[in-house]
């Protein structure tokens, strides 16, 4: 892991981007204690078209809109995909990413299969790290503060016609993040509507995805759930994912979560959990989960925990979930998993423990 970076920095030496910075800085404006999530960015955004079969000069331009056609194919057809990842600042005033490698490789699988161009990796990590120079006061010390990152890619060919577009833009846009406490969540198991199907895009960061899951989210909502946890489309027997986090269940002291299939992003923070309860001695079960075990496991009194997990909340934990007419509370507990498996993340994140698996890159 350590050569790979390494082989990236040597490649980052060899060509220029084109910087124009923003006249004044916007931060003064910034209330940082009451950052309501991706709502407020930073003075800067990376931009690169590909035109013509090739990705042009990538530039660095002050954070601004965009102008693009009425026609533009990701309006009419959704080709577009994204990323999200966060930068951090130790006390020292070091800047790291945490395991970069993973999001460039999955916004260029992401790409694939939406039949996009894959993105060179010495402009990705280019583009971060110039952006992050650039808008470094932005990223504010102290454990659960971030700048949240969000790498884009969109059609924006002019042309009605279904089929991929010839003109894309990548862009990197930056956000403040604060450590952000949501509470406990309630959720429901899906019954009847889908996030995604066999052979679908389900494992690709896909906007269309996304857009998916707000009706019946905003169902789960109204019956008081504020979000639902994805079964498979064809049984609705099998837990898969939230809408933006892979989901653990913790039955007497096993942790359990579904395998990554073509219907389940393979998060990043799902992988390095899964690594963590490892080192720490956490029994974890790859496998497939069902709605059934787990409710028979609530019922015994066997369920002690249930948590999202994902870069933006890191883990998010459950207190109850509903299937059927039946709503299920998870106990109160001491000794949650969720709240070590944070803090061991958190840690490796703000350079404050050993990193013995790599993960950490330090933006220079
Ligand atoms: C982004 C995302 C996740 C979490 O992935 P991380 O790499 O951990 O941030 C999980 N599920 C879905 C559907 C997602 O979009």
């Known amino acids: 892991m350590q050569a790979y970076y390494l082989r990236i920095m040597t490649n980052l030496n060899t060509f220029k981007i084109d910087i124009t910075k923003a006249e004044q800085s916007k931060i003064n404006q910034v209330d940082f204690d009451n950052l309501a999530f991706g709502r407020v960015?930073?003075?800067?955004?990376?931009?690169?078209?590909?035109?013509?079969g090739v990705w042009q000069q990538p530039k660095i331009t002050p954070y601004q809109p965009l102008t693009i056609e009425p026609s533009a194919r990701v309006l009419h057809y959704g080709q577009a995909v994204f990323e999200g990842m966060k930068a951090y600042k130790d006390d020292q005033g070091k800047v790291w990413l945490f395991r970069p490698d993973q999001n460039f490789k999955r916004i260029n699988t992401s790409a694939a299969r939406l039949a996009?161009?894959?993105?060179?990796?010495?402009?990705?990590?280019?583009?971060?790290?110039?952006?992050?120079?650039?808008?470094?006061?932005?990223?504010?010390?102290?454990?659960?503060?971030?700048?949240?990152?969000?790498?884009f890619v969109i059609a924006t060919e002019p042309a009605i016609a279904a089929s991929p577009a010839n003109a894309y833009k990548f862009m990197i846009i930056c956000?403040?993040?604060?450590?952000?406490?949501?509470?406990?969540?309630?959720?429901?198991?899906?019954?009847?509507?889908?996030?995604?199907?066999?052979?679908?895009?389900g494992f690709a960061k896909a906007?269309?995805?996304?857009?998916?899951?707000?009706?019946?989210?905003?169902?789960?909502?109204?019956?008081?759930?504020?979000?639902v946890i994805w079964t498979d489309a064809n049984t609705h027997e099998?837990?898969?994912?939230?809408?933006?986090?892979?989901?653990?269940?913790?039955?007497?002291?096993?942790?359990?979560t579904a395998p990554i299939s073509d219907r389940i992003l393979d998060g990043v923070t799902r992988k390095s959990l899964v690594q963590l309860a490892e080192d720490l001695n956490i029994k974890c079960e790859v496998r497939t989960v069902t709605v059934n075990e787990i409710k028979t496991a609530a019922r015994n009194g066997e369920l002690k925990e249930i948590f999202g997990a994902g870069t933006a909340a890191v883990i998010s934990p459950i207190e109850a979930f509903k299937h059927g007419d039946e709503v299920f509370e998870l106990p109160e507990i001491t000794d949650s998993y969720a709240n070590l498996l944070k803090t061991s993340v958190l840690n490796i994140q703000h350079n404050l423990s050993e990193d013995k698996h790599g993960w950490r890159y330090e933006v220079k």
């Not at 960015?41 to 931009?47: C, K, L």
């Not at 990705?124 to 650039?134: A, H, I, Q, T, W």
């Not at 996304?210 to 169902?219: E, G, K």
Request: with cysteine; glycine share 8%.
């Open 175 to 201: 956000s403040p993040a604060k450590a952000y406490y949501t509470g406990k969540v309630r959720v429901l198991f899906a019954e009847k509507y889908s996030r995604s199907a066999n052979g679908g895009v």
């Open 207 to 227: 906007a269309g995805n996304y857009a998916a899951q707000f009706y019946p989210t905003s169902l789960a909502q109204k019956e008081g759930f504020q979000q």
């Open 41 to 52: 960015f930073t003075d800067h955004m990376f931009v690169c078209d590909f035109v013509d």
């Open 116 to 151: 996009m161009p894959e993105f060179p990796e010495s402009y990705f990590f280019k583009g971060l790290e110039e952006l992050l120079k650039l808008d470094n006061q932005w990223i504010k010390s102290g454990v659960g503060n971030s700048l949240y990152l969000r790498p």
């Open 238 to 256: 099998n837990l898969e994912e939230a809408g933006t986090m892979n989901t653990f269940f913790r039955v007497n002291d096993t942790l359990l």
